[in-house]
């Protein structure tokens, strides 16, 4: 009998406790989803220097528009503070790469607890890519949802060129000036499907933009005349592709660059 009373005891102390820990579980669920962002806004990519500003909106929705300890938080690259702003309180604060270099009067909304949750930055360069954070906060709840912008340098210079000898064609193409990294790749049209050989990739950072190039051999006997010879320069994460090539004709290019049987 003893037994029983005490099995019985345990077993409403187990379903309490399941009951506390559900009830417990759904206030926090029902906490965070009392802040959600619905829709974040950052450009994907930008040619630097080609845009007066730059827009970044964060709309969110409130349960119950309840405001209290409403934050609005920016962070660029995950870890850096750029902007902060406390609905009620007069100053904002435009940290980091955002100083000096934002419209610190526009606004995206009418609405006192949205008015200044977006940013407009002026004239937005290299330093400006990187990934974007938002965070909104209240006394019930956060949401974050981050998305990257990419501000690119087109290459100042971008050629490929043509070296032959009697046994191979060294194809050089190279990009000097570009930001971020760019890729290039060569290829060429042959019936014999013969692979490119000794290809190699060099890249280096200089003054905040890259140079990068890239050069392979072909066998001399595997090519027909004339065979086109391309190099594409690819920016990674945006639409920058362009093509250049260069027509190999069958003759041997003497040192001052012109071609035999050709006077």
């Known amino acids: 009998m003893e037994s029983i009373v005490v099995t019985g005891i345990r077993n409403r102390w187990i379903i309490w406790c399941f009951l506390v820990i559900s009830t417990v579980a759904g206030a926090a669920e029902k906490k965070v989803n009392s802040v959600e962002i619905t829709k974040l806004t950052v450009p994907h990519s ?24 409403l934050e609005v938080t920016w962070f660029h690259n995950d870890h850096n503070i750029i902007y902060k702003w406390i609905p009620g309180h007069s100053k904002r604060q435009f940290l980091g790469i955002l100083e000096g270099r934002v419209d610190e009067g526009y606004t ?37 949802e981050g998305s990257s912008l990419i501000v690119y340098t087109k ?21 000097n000036g570009v930001y971020p990294e760019a890729k290039l790749s060569l290829s060429y049209k042959n019936v014999d499907q013969i692979k490119m050989t000794e290809v190699v990739e060099e890249s280096s950072l200089i003054s905040g933009a890259y140079d990068v190039q890239i050069h392979g051999f072909v066998d001399r006997k595997s090519l027909v005349s004339p065979t086109m010879f391309n190099c594409d320069i690819k920016i990674p994460n945006t639409s920058y592709l362009v093509r250049k090539d260069v027509m190999f004709t069958g003759r041997r290019i003497r040192e001052d660059g012109s071609e035999e049987g050709i006077s």
Do not use: M
């Open 46 to 69: 930008i040619e630097n220097g080609t845009k007066d500003f730059a827009l970044l909106d964060c709309e969110y929705s409130l349960k119950d528009n309840r405001t209290l300890l």
């Open 108 to 144: 995206v909304s009418n609405v006192p607890w949205q008015k200044y949750r977006g940013l407009k930055i002026l004239k937005p360069t290299t330093e400006f890519s990187g990934k974007y954070t938002c965070d909104i906060s209240t006394e019930e709840g956060h949401a974050t």
């Open 155 to 175: 290459p100042k210079k971008y050629e490929v060129e043509l070296k032959v000898s009697p046994e191979h064609v060294n194809v050089s193409c190279w990009a």
